[in-house]
């Protein structure tokens, strides 16, 4: 008998062999220039130098054919599979934060779901007056800046849509994960150099900085500005005076209401939330409960991996997930602990003497509304529960949790008209209905993916045309054929 086996399959074991004999790199062998000793190529000690081979990528590849475009997107993604085991490792290992195996996972959503050159499609018009041509055409240089949270995927992500629409890229990642980012940049220069494109292709800095990225915004080259982080920076790159896409922070609500399928709900909540610790801007931050199944739906959830932590321990803790910070405005206001982001639920609860095994993935806690955990963007497996009397109150309040940043909002229920009246009153970028968050960029729900969710601009899920501008030829009068 014939043994088949799926390229899924295979892929699955291949991934699985290399996770086993890649082990975890030392600190030592990893930096900002370099991997076990390999020069990362790319990376620029000076912003203007990076912008200026930037540029001459951007000039290779606007003299390449679609189909050579395609063939260096097709080998991104071939090492995005073969590597994906290496960048989950330094990026946990470099940020602290996170989980390797969904980082892993992470890396092949992007591989397989990111879009390329097909995503560009260009129109035409016929009529009396001939034919007009419309083109979707590279921007030029992109300056992207990456988040720590998702450095390498967004790294790729966006080196392989921006490289579809033709563009050249130059990016300013997060310092806390400098490492993991050029590693990924060095990846995508190798794929060009394989696939008969320039040797650099993309560019990072050694030390990128908040000058750094404000040489970028300013710089003559820069066409177009991609800001993938929190409110501070997407606000940055938006008073640039150059065209911006800013995809920025989320605290996406889920409403339970009692038509839900209960013990689904329960564990699709636990599994996006816990996904990567917490670190997807689309993952679930705060449950709104119907009074009459939140009992069950806890229960679920502590059959899920989850540990209930009482009234009083979930205000211990709030004092240490969350610092105080005074601003240049000299207003002090609470900001999240970053170490406490993405951290292991078992590490952040022995923070406040509760040890538990390494088998709990979520800490959940029963808060009022106005409580930190439903109004701050933890970014950690802590998920606060509300319990709410009816649909419009839940509503209310997952509207108001979600802060008008129309990113994300998640709910379970069998009922339509509920459904439907919380999509329209949230006016989120990605509302998933009856699945774990990840659903909504493609893991487990069908669609293309995206580590850059553009919101307040608009572009929504990313993809290859987000990056491109309208071009019009007009041929009057003739070149119609009927
Ligand atoms: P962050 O805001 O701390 O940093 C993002 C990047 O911006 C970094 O490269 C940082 O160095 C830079 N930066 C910060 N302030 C800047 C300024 N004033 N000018 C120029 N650059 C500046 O983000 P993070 O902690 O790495 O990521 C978490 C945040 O990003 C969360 O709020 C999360 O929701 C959001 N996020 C959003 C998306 C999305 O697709 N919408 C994706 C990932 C993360």
Not at 66 to 92: D, F, N, S, W
Not at 168 to 196: M, Q
Not at 210 to 219: I, N, R, T
Not at 268 to 296: Q, S
């Amino acid at each position: 008998m014939a043994l088949t086996i799926s390229e899924a399959e295979i892929r699955q074991v291949v991934s699985q062999v290399l996770n086993k004999v890649q082990s975890a790199p030392a600190a030592k062998d990893w930096d900002s220039t370099q991997y076990a000793g390999r020069k990362l190529i790319g990376i620029y000690e000076d912003m203007n130098d990076a912008i200026a081979a930037a540029n001459e990528g951007y000039k290779a590849v606007r003299s390449m054919t679609v189909e050579q475009r395609e063939k260096i997107i097709t080998e991104i993604r071939k090492l995005t599979y073969a590597e994906a085991p290496i960048m989950a490792k330094i990026g946990v290992a470099e940020t602290g934060m996170g989980k390797v195996e969904h980082k892993r996972l992470k890396h092949i959503l992007v591989a397989d779901k990111t879009p390329g050159t097909e995503d560009i499609v260009s129109n035409a018009k016929t009529g009396d007056s001939g034919l007009t041509l419309i083109e979707m055409a590279p921007f030029g240089v992109v300056g992207a800046i990456t988040p720590s949270t998702n450095p390498s995927e967004t790294v790729i992500c966006n080196s392989i849509g921006m490289i579809a629409a033709g563009n050249g890229v130059v990016f300013n990642p997060h310092p806390n994960a400098i490492a993991t980012s050029n590693y990924a940049v060095d990846l995508v220069n190798r794929a060009s150099k394989a696939a008969g494109g320039p040797e650099v292709l993309v560019c990072s800095m050694k030390k990128p900085t908040l000058e750094s990225a404000a040489v970028m915004q300013s710089h003559p080259l820069i066409r177009l500005l991609v800001c993938t982080g929190g409110p501070g920076v997407v606000k940055a790159v938006l008073s640039s005076g150059k065209k911006a896409i800013g995809a920025g922070a989320g605290n996406p609500p889920v409403i339970v209401d009692d038509t839900a399928d209960i013990k689904k709900a329960g564990k699709d909540i636990i599994d996006g939330c816990t996904f990567d610790n917490n670190l997807p801007c689309i993952a679930e931050k705060e449950v709104f409960a119907f009074r009459n199944i939140a009992d069950e739906l806890i229960s679920v959830m502590l059959k899920n991996g989850a540990y209930k932590i009482d009234a009083a321990q979930a205000e211990q803790l709030a004092k240490i997930v969350l610092v105080e910070k005074t601003g240049k405005d000299g207003k002090t206001r609470k900001i999240v602990n970053r170490e406490c982001v993405g951290r292991d639920a078992d590490v952040i609860l022995a923070k406040i003497g509760v040890n538990v095994s390494k088998d709990i993935r979520c800490i959940i806690c029963e808060t009022d509304f106005n409580h930190p955990f439903v109004q701050e963007e933890l970014m950690m497996p802590i998920l606060p529960i509300v319990r709410v009397d009816n649909i419009d109150q839940a509503i209310e309040y997952g509207v108001k949790a979600e802060h008008g940043n129309r990113h994300t909002a998640h709910m379970h229920s069998k009922n339509i008209d509920n459904l439907s009246r919380f999509a329209k009153a949230v006016e989120t970028t990605i509302f998933v209905k009856n699945a774990p968050s990840y659903a909504g960029i493609g893991f487990g729900g069908e669609g293309h993916t995206t580590f850059t969710i553009a919101g307040p601009t608009g572009e929504g899920i990313t993809s290859a045309r987000s990056f491109t501008r309208q071009r019009r030829c007009v041929m009057a009068d003739s070149f119609r054929i009927i």
